[in-house]
């Protein structure tokens, strides 16, 4: 219950510090939910807002905030995840990986995320992970600056391979892709999610879409964009060909509601690779660790918790049809 504070400035001061003091405590836990149910959360019982609103607030809230880095112990190998989900969900769904990877290599494994593109960007840059998981984008960029080495990537649902997608409701009226001029499109993290901005933004050039012919924004993550399209909030998404198939995705919508618009190409899955300065002897063991994931005991039980059917060997001339997708929205040659 709101406390009777006298009015005037002191009473609003007081006012704002009770809230910010509440809003502190309850941070840990609110972060837990995804961002489409904190926004729905925060308008509901404050009634101050839409949904929209919040969906603002906390995103600035989220962006400023600086992770804290623990400093790694000797030994110690330290496995970065990127923000494809929560933090919450990503920290539980590799665990059972990062176990496995400890026992195989005879080493600790840390297993480390971030709540954003950014601040998970700013840990690859400056090398703090031995071995990491992301999108093909932060590859290929990490490759040219960093040295980084793919040395497998992900099989899911039994596919290697993955393209983008546009998402819409069944009940839309959108029928193709010209009826998104002028339409809200949202997008999963920023401008270097791959499968969740730049392939569902390719499909939307290839069909002669411009920057400007529509409003873009961007949603937390992937799966966020799947609830904001099935809750009106956006007229459509971009997002990866397997977010319909996301346990979170599927308790918090009903997917048969939905359906994809358009496809993009395939481009080889989610890799993962090693530091440039490893040596080779270590690199071939952690890729030989992955590699045999599928077959070790409880192998089955390891990819399942993490949503994977098998890592599988990948090379860097996979991700040449990601290179020309990636010059072709940002301009970038990696």
């Known amino acids: 219950m709101r406390p009777r504070y006298r009015q005037g400035l002191f009473g609003r001061v007081i006012w704002r510090g009770y809230l910010r003091i509440h809003l502190i405590r309850g941070l840990e836990n609110f972060l837990k939910i995804s961002l489409c149910d904190r926004c729905i959360w925060l308008a509901q019982r404050l009634k101050v807002a839409s949904a929209a609103f919040w969906c603002l607030f906390i995103g600035a809230i989220l962006s400023s905030a600086e992770p804290v880095v623990a400093l790694p112990t000797e030994n110690e190998l330290i496995v970065g995840i990127f923000p494809r989900r929560s933090p919450t969900e990503l920290m539980e769904a590799f665990a059972p990986l990062a176990n496995y990877l400890t026992q195989y290599l005879g080493r600790p494994v840390r297993l480390e995320t971030s709540p954003d593109f950014r601040s998970f960007w700013e840990a690859v840059s400056s ?117 319909f198939e996301l346990p979170f995705v599927q308790d918090k919508i009903d997917v048969s509601k939905m359906e994809y618009l358009a496809h993009s190409e395939t481009i080889a899955h989610l890799p993962w690779a090693v530091s440039g300065e490893m040596p080779v002897s270590e690199r071939d063991k952690i890729q030989r660790a992955l590699l045999t994931t599928k077959s070790a005991p409880q192998g089955e039980r390891i990819l399942k918790s993490a949503s994977l059917s098998n890592l599988v060997i990948a090379t860097d001339d996979e991700y040449t049809l990601a290179r020309k997708m990636i010059y072709e929205i940002t301009g970038e040659q990696f």
């Open 127 to 243: 090398k703090r992970y031995h071995l990491v998981h992301y999108n093909q984008y932060h590859y290929l960029r990490s490759h040219k600056e960093f040295g980084y080495k793919v040395v497998a990537k992900n099989e899911e649902g039994g596919r290697d391979h993955i393209s983008g997608v546009i998402v819409i409701r069944k009940d839309s009226g959108i029928k193709r892709i010209e009826d998104l001029r002028g339409k809200r499109i949202i997008f999963g993290g920023n401008n270097q999610a791959m499968g969740s901005y730049i392939m569902p933004t390719y499909i939307l050039r290839q069909a002669g879409l411009k920057k400007g012919d529509y409003i873009e924004e961007f949603a937390l993550n992937p799966p966020n964009v799947a609830l904001a399209v099935f809750f009106k909030r956006a007229d459509a998404g971009g997002s990866g060909n397997i977010v």
